[in-house]
């Protein structure tokens, strides 16, 4: 399916067929093997150096600005990617500059030009602005691609998918389909993302990008070289539960390596001399390979033909030389030279704040080869925008070119967020969301059962004698450092504070439960905490880091009827005590509405009664979650703490421990948590992380 023209190739009538296959990437079906035309003698012994250079979850951030603080963050955006990029083709001198996808979403910047003032079919969202100018040689599809739903993505990247009944444009303006639509000038590949109808990809699902390379013959001359680079891409296949509403119906997922297995060859046949595969997803060599596997880049190392893999999703670093690594002692895994069964991998980060470089140093031995020698290994490396260790942290300068482009949707976008929906007395906050503070999650689930009840009342009575609950979760828990956790400062109330309360542009669901799925789901939650030996002496550490902090459901009943405690020093699976409702032990078979959003609802998390989106859905509300929050706020108008933020349905259950059970939060925060009914928290150590700059806290489980 084209995309845009394409740049004209001069080619001979013998190689024809190969320069289509070249600038097309197949179209879904397999591909018959072509054989290129033979190289030029004089290569046999030539050298050649390559960078390939990778951003993966931008997430929209197109300069550093907390769109939620209203403030600077020089730790992230494109603005400073830019600078890294250019250091990086400097200092080397054949680069290729790769996106590996989660893109276009993730900031109220995107919202405001996918839902509040929706991009026009003539103009490109700010993200793709700045990446055109970059000059990216491809990019890909992350799960957030889809986010916004498929008419939009179709114009943005000027793609007909298609697909019926799937146009060019935002559900808000719903034009007619348009032939051509701004979009960047370089490819989209994703092999895996296909028609429900016809089976095949609706973007391309590869392509072959040519490059004129400077390297070095047999005898050290300079010599130019024409390179050609394979590029295929792939998306998580839990895509079809977490964008259920937008997908289902439309398209399917295949799972990674059968459509690497199904792809590279024809790749290679087409005259590619390396490929490089662009995986949406996370290393994750522990698990045993499925097609439905959310994190399985790693194992396109075991598909014969994919010379680099360029990861992501996690949102971690990778190499990672630390001891604490997420991916120290996983089958295969190198997280010291980058590799994974010895095939380059590199994952950076987030946000822009890593630029990810895997060197390639490569001989012409009857074609292109990677060497693996004492000499020359190719290997994986990240640029940072900080330098790392430093106190206090130091930034590249940013690209102001880059800026400018985006200059008037960034301004925009901060008067729309500022406008305000009403007032509080009290700071709400996620600073200690872990240890029991509810005052960020309260409002939200206090809108989800306002919301709910309405709705009942109004179109379905028939559901007024269940019980109703509500879940909502620590969205930003400090992963990244003090900058990410919610924090609405009281006084007035905006749109851009509800945004960080509600960080995700997801839309409200309902699912009809047991009390018994409803104490499994606890339990879920309760696997944010690590398991504590309480005769340990040493410290130990409260938050498995790996468990994303937006997993953590809190449960909330009205007039606070739902209580349980979380004992962490039981075994995964078997920590909620205490699980009372209305004053009385929970009844396991008693049936309830869980008000949630369609991400958890349709098995995100992967939360029991929920995988595979096989829940009992009562209810796919056409309102954004954030929405309802923001609605309720209007209506409420101002929020005293008495009544919005301290109804604490858990707590951790009571044990003393010989040493300190530590956990990290925004330094000098203690009086917030005490003002917010947290007695147990003390400060452990007033020293910062060097990389976090997080202060340590103890909580103390006897009290």
Not at 369 to 376: E, G, V
Not at 603 to 621: H, S
Not at 625 to 643: E, M
Request: charged share 15%; aromatic share 8%.
């Amino acid at each position: 399916m084209t995309r845009r023209t394409h740049r004209t190739l001069a080619v001979t009538a013998a190689t024809l067929l190969l320069a289509t296959l070249s600038a097309c990437g197949g179209d879904g079906d397999d591909d018959q093997p072509v054989t290129p035309p033979a190289p030029p003698a004089t290569l046999e012994g030539a050298t050649l150096d390559v960078a390939v250079l990778e951003t993966t979850d931008l997430h929209a951030n197109v300069v550093g600005y907390d769109y939620y603080k209203l403030a600077e963050d020089k730790s992230y955006g494109l603005d400073r990617t830019a600078t890294l990029i250019a250091t990086a083709r400097q200092q080397n001198q054949n680069t290729l500059l790769f996106d590996n996808g989660d893109t276009i979403q993730g900031t109220a910047l995107s919202d405001y030009q996918a839902l509040i003032a929706p991009t026009s079919c003539s103009e490109m969202p700010a993200i793709y602005r700045q990446m055109d100018t970059l000059g990216y040689d491809a990019g890909t599809m992350g799960n957030h691609e889809f986010n916004y739903g498929l008419p939009y993505l179709s114009q943005i990247t000027n793609t007909d998918f298609g697909l019926a009944g799937i146009t060019k444009g935002t559900a808000q303006t719903n034009p007619t389909q348009a032939k051509t639509c701004a979009a960047p000038r370089f490819p989209f590949v994703s092999a895996n993302v296909v028609s429900a109808a016809s089976k095949n990809p609706i973007f391309q699902p590869w392509r072959i990008v040519e490059k004129t390379f400077q390297g070095k013959d047999a005898s050290g001359k300079a010599i130019e070289v024409k390179f050609k680079v394979g590029v295929i891409g792939f998306a998580p296949p839990p895509i079809m539960q977490w964008d259920k509403a937008n997908l289902d119906g439309h398209v399917e997922v295949t799972g990674w390596k059968e459509t690497a297995q199904r792809y590279v060859p024809a790749i290679k046949a087409a005259g590619a001399d390396i490929v490089v595969a662009l995986a949406h997803g996370g290393i994750d060599m522990n698990t045993p390979y499925t097609p439905l596997m959310e994190n399985g880049s790693g194992y396109l190392s075991e598909v014969p033909g994919i010379d680099v893999i360029l990861t992501g999703h996690q949102h971690l670093l990778f190499p990672d030389t630390s001891a604490t690594s997420t991916f120290r002692g996983q089958p295969g895994v190198d997280p010291v030279k980058g590799t994974i069964n010895g095939v380059p991998a590199v994952q950076p980060g987030q946000w822009g704040n890593n630029l990810g470089i895997v060197k390639l140093a490569l001989s012409y031995q009857g074609g292109w080869k990677i060497r693996k020698d004492a000499t020359a290994v190719s290997r994986a490396t990240s640029l940072l925008t900080a330098a790392q260790g430093t106190t206090p942290a130091t930034y590249v300068a940013p690209q102001t070119s880059l800026q400018q482009l985006v200059q008037s949707a960034h301004e925009a976008t901060i008067a729309y967020v500022k406008t305000p929906i009403g007032r509080a007395s009290f700071d709400l906050s996620t600073y200690f969301a872990l240890a029991g503070d509810v005052s960020a999650l309260q409002i939200v689930n206090m809108a989800q059962i306002d919301y709910l009840k309405t709705f009942i009342a109004k179109n379905n009575p028939t559901y007024a004698n269940l019980p109703i609950l509500s879940a909502a979760a620590p969205f930003k828990g400090g992963r990244n450092g003090p900058g990410d956790f919610t924090y609405v400062k009281q006084g007035d109330v905006a749109i851009n504070n509800a945004a960080d309360l509600y960080l995700y542009p997801n839309t409200l669901q309902v699912v009809r439960v047991s009390g018994d799925i409803v104490r499994q789901w606890l339990e879920k939650s309760a696997e944010q905490f690590k398991q504590i030996n309480p005769a340990t002496t040493a410290s130990q550490d409260l938050i498995d880091t790996v468990f994303p902090t937006f997993n953590f459901d809190v449960l909330y009943a009205e007039n606070n009827a739902l209580k349980y405690e979380i004992d962490i020093t039981k075994p995964i699976g078997s920590r909620i005590t205490t699980l009372t409702y209305q004053g009385r032990a929970l009844d396991l078979t008693q049936q309830f509405l869980v008000v949630t959003n369609n991400y958890r609802a349709s098995g995100g998390g992967n939360f029991p009664g929920l995988v595979g989106g096989k829940g009992d859905i009562v209810l796919q509300a056409p309102d954004a979650s954030r929405d309802v929050l923001i609605a309720y706020i209007k209506q409420a108008k101002d929020l005293d703490l008495p009544r919005f933020g301290l109804d604490r349905s858990w707590r951790f259950a009571k044990v003393t421990t010989a040493g300190p059970v530590v956990f990290r939060s925004v330094p000098d925060s203690l009086p917030m948590a005490v003002a917010h009914g947290v007695d147990n928290v003390s400060v452990q150590s007033t020293d910062k992380d060097p990389v976090t700059q997080l202060s340590s806290y103890r909580v103390d489980l006897s009290k």
